[in-house]
């Protein structure tokens, strides 16, 4: 079978494994990478869209002649997918598929698009397979579990498969096709598990917990091996400079951080950034990930109100514990990055301040501002509906993916321009020296948005030395592949 795969913006690690495991079947796959440079959820910038590239994407896709197209939907890419869904229906009448966060947590509603033919929740690799495999066949699909199907104005509804218990199972992700489309350069991004074992109001991870339970064992992780081999091969074929692993939370296992710190010294040795949890952060292992070569950790903060902290995003530690562990990573040597969540439901001005006092004592290298969004079927979602904060048109709103983390709050809260001053002022705030941090308050109190905003851009490559420099980079080389695909015949790639 011949797969079609389109995303926009970013490298997806998802997306690469579906690739690869697809391939590992027999199957053969593309990629149509929509760059994004107009609007990367993190800026609006009109005037690159002409770098996007549509018009090349679409006669690629025609070019390829898929038996299938398979889309991935992070909720606040769902505008853009949306719209490309219809495009390629239009172009190419063949199946469309679509999976990620924000499938798995409305597959009615996704399915209500027209396009849009068949959803897979949960983990795609093994149902993904499953189904290429009948369809090649001429076999009946409508059974496989983990995907839902529109069949004569009905929908069929399947039950999910089993988790995937042995990760090494899996082969490591495809990363070429991204690779040519320039979505990253000289930084490496890993997963060495899956699942969180905590349990924060506004991430999807609870629900995909709920979703899951019964179904295996939701917390994986790839043995040290089956990770350095995957970092290896990758260091063989592209000029990486530095490893950044996403996993949830990196620090939780301490057996796992003595094995891995021992041989990634020896084998890679190359800078990393991974993140942590407050309450996983401990001398013996941070001074692990400082000996193999650890050269940031990002400490999720997110509120400085206790109150907040605790009831209502159900992450129940102390200040004490925050500045304890912000403290040891500081005293290993390892960057502190952190991240500061503003426009909470229920959340005051007192409590908005009260993250930066916090921020301030941390006193961290960087920290990242953030408006909070109430992911779909997340408890905070739920939360936010019953308090009042969201009513149909924010629901639709959400539904729809409209607007993101760093842009304006959805919510109906009294507070969210004072929200979106803070997460942009936050980062240069922290960053700024003492004689100049009134002044940057000041801006601050007055809620002056704009000048927030231009203020934040302007200092990106100063307020985020590593990932701002590193996104910037990335940015160019994108709009660099992007303006050379107009002089490229079709059948040469990218």
Known sequence: MKVLFYYRGIESLGVEYLMSYIKMQGHQVELIFDPGLDDNLFLELKFMKRFNQQKYLLQKAKSFNPDII?????????????????????????????????????????????????????????????????????????????????????????????????????????????????????????????????RCTFCNIHFQRKLTKGKGSFIRRRSVPNVIQELKEHLRRYDIKYISFHDDTFTYDRRWIEEFAELYRKEVNLPFYCFAYPTTVNKDSILLLKNANCMQIFLGMDSGDPEIRGRLLKRPMSDERILQSAKIIKDSGITLQMSAIFGFPDETPESMWKSIRLAEKADPALITGYVFYPFPQTELFHYSIESGYLGDEEIEMVKRGISSFHNDSVLRHPYKKLALTLSRLTPIYIKSPSWLRPFIKRLMMKEYSTLAFLSYLISIPIALPFLGIEGIKVTLRMTWRAYRMRSKPINQGP
């Open 70 to 198: 398979a889309l991935s939907i992070p909720t606040n890419l769902y505008p853009f997918v949306s719209e490309m869904a219809s495009l390629l229906k239009k172009e190419i009448p063949v199946p469309i598929i679509a999976g990620g966060p924000h499938v798995s947590a409305l597959p009615e509603y996704v399915l209500q698009h027209k396009s849009i033919d068949m959803v897979c929740i949960g983990e795609g690799e093994e149902a993904f397979a499953e189904l290429l495999d009948k369809m090649e066949k001429g076999l009946d699909i409508f059974d496989t579990k983990n995907i839902w199907f529109k069949n004569n104005g009905e929908i069929i509804r399947n039950d999910l498969r089993n988790l995937i218990q042995d990760l090494d199972s899996l082969p490591f992700p495809e990363k070429d096709p991204f690779y040519e489309y320039g979505a990253f350069y000289d930084n490496l991004e890993v997963i060495s598990g899956r699942g969180c074992p905590f």
